[in-house]
């Protein structure tokens, strides 16, 4: 949902109030609505296995939405989740991260579907993640995008059952992990 028609920076975005439940987008302030509590569940199931898998190894961090990613001037977003490496680009502050992530994790719900799946992809893209991951609750999916030369490309799919290897972290991830209890 649009809130105005003109363009914001991150300079406007930065004066809203703490909570306020919008994104920065291409230039635009965009409400984001509470996710349903199966976004919720997949969401924390991917988090504590990703924070496992890097605290165990000292890899980086994982960290999870609501939480301010600043990519330029024009966009600003909370992604479902974000990893960021030890040596990455990418810093963590207090008030957000800026730059790209190593990988970034988005989970679909029907009020963003279109913004993960076409701006914001292109804008991971643009600014340098090396990893998108699509995951899909209605189709019980995880789709890993890798970032080539040619840009965003296929890295595996799986959808009801299944793995699919992020090349970034070095994990396999069979999909039950996300869609089911564990």
Same mark, same amino acid.
């Given at each position: 949902m649009r809130l105005l028609?003109?363009?914001y920076t991150v300079e406007d975005y930065e004066k809203l109030p703490e909570g306020?439940?919008?994104? /920065?987008?291409?230039g635009e302030l965009v409400m984001s609505p509470s996710p349903s509590f199966e976004h919720f569940k997949n969401?924390?199931?991917?988090?504590?296995?990703?924070?496992?898998?890097?605290?165990? $190894?000292?890899?980086g961090e994982v960290?999870?939405?609501?939480?301010?990613?600043?990519?330029?001037?024009?966009?600003?977003?909370?992604?479902? /989740?974000? %990893?960021?490496l030890k040596g990455s680009?990418?810093?963590?502050?207090?008030?957000?991260?800026?730059?790209?992530?190593? %990988? #970034?994790?988005?989970?679909?719900?029907?009020?963003?579907?279109?913004y993960d799946l076409k701006i914001k992809k292109? #804008?991971?893209?643009?600014?340098? $993640?090396?990893?998108?991951?699509?995951i899909d609750p209605i189709e019980k999916s995880v789709g890993i995008y890798k970032n080539t030369q040619e840009g965003f490309k296929m890295l595996c799919r799986a959808e009801g059952k299944g793995k699919v290897f992020s090349e970034v972290l070095e994990l396999?991830?069979?999909?039950?992990?996300v869609f089911s209890e564990v």
């Open positions: 028609e003109r363009k306020s439940p919008y994104e /920065l987008i291409e969401s924390k199931r991917l988090f504590v296995k990703l924070y496992g898998l890097l605290k165990k $190894a000292g890899k960290i999870y939405a609501p939480f301010d990613l600043y990519l330029d001037e024009e966009d600003a977003y909370h992604p479902d /989740l974000m %990893v960021i680009k990418a810093k963590i502050t207090s008030e957000g991260v800026y730059g790209s992530p190593d %990988v #970034v994790i988005e989970i679909l719900s029907p009020s963003n579907a279109y292109n #804008v991971y893209e643009k600014a340098g $993640a090396r990893e998108y991951w699509i396999e991830l069979e999909i039950s992990e």
